[in-house]
């Protein structure tokens, strides 16, 4: 069974623009999770969804992020306008009730400049 | 809010030798989960072990093991006869216990430790 898949695995971009980073969950999994890796704050949960539904939104930093989850196979994560400081390496995660571990992408290096 | 602490940031071992990374956590729960990822150079976030705080008996997974204390909220991981593939960032996290419905758990990560094999 294939894995998380993340898409982009890397981003360049300039200060100002608009962007999106994209996750395919594990086939079955009706939990979705966004993570942000920075090396001041460590991980940290941005939002999670749960049968496409977003459940907390509670770490999302800024009405300039959004997440998105339009079907069970499907989620984006969209930062408008990017700012350097937006700079981290963002992870997507799945699982389903009954399995007590969520599976890991292989996340997407965002460098705004 | 639970709190991981993670005071290691970095640890070395020699190749087949033993090393104990440090973790602990605060929490006023009685049921949760305990998780130590690795993270190579690749980036890749690979589970390495699962504890169930409900179970008194340490996990094991081949050559890595746990010495968990529940009183003392204490989360160690072994690593015995280590390889250079055992090289990487290591985190140590917590989760609540899964209440069901559409709730679950949120993880919550250490600071990681970073450990380095020596040939």
């Known amino acids: 069974d294939a894995g998380v898949i993340q898409s982009p695995r890397h981003e360049v971009t300039e200060m100002g623009q608009e962007v999106t980073l994209r996750c395919k969950p594990i086939?079955?999994?009706?939990?979705l999770f966004w993570y942000r890796q920075t090396m001041m704050r460590g991980l940290e949960l941005l939002i999670y969804?749960?049968?496409?539904?977003?459940?907390?939104d509670s770490g999302m930093p800024e009405d300039r992020f959004s997440a998105k989850m339009p079907n069970a196979s499907f989620s984006t994560l969209k930062i408008q306008p990017s700012e350097p400081r937006d700079s981290a390496v963002y992870f997507c995660?799945?699982?389903?009730?009954?399995?007590?571990?969520?599976?890991f992408g292989p996340g997407t290096r965002l460098l705004v400049l | 809010a639970q709190t991981v602490t993670q005071s290691q940031p970095e640890m070395s071992v020699q190749e087949a030798e033993t090393v104990t990374l440090s973790c602990t956590y605060d929490?006023?729960?009685?049921?949760?989960?305990l998780f130590w990822y690795k993270q190579p150079p690749s980036r890749q976030m690979i589970l390495v072990i699962r504890?169930?705080?409900?179970?008194?008996q340490n996990a094991t997974e081949n050559r890595f093991s746990v010495n968990f204390q529940k009183a003392a909220k204490s989360f160690s991981l072994k690593i015995s006869d280590s390889q250079l593939g055992d090289a990487a960032m290591y985190f140590c996290?917590?989760?609540?216990?899964?209440?069901?419905?559409?709730?679950?758990?949120?993880?919550?990560f250490g600071q990681g430790t970073i450990l380095t094999v020596h040939p």
């Open positions: 086939s079955g999994h009706d939990y």
């Open positions: 995660a799945s699982t389903t009730w009954g399995k007590e571990t969520q599976y």
């Open positions: 969804f749960n049968n496409n539904v977003p459940i907390d």
């Open positions: 996290a917590y989760r609540s216990f899964n209440a069901g419905g559409t709730s679950y758990g949120k993880l919550t």
């Open positions: 504890q169930e705080a409900y179970k008194q």
């Open positions: 929490t006023s729960e009685s049921d949760y989960y």
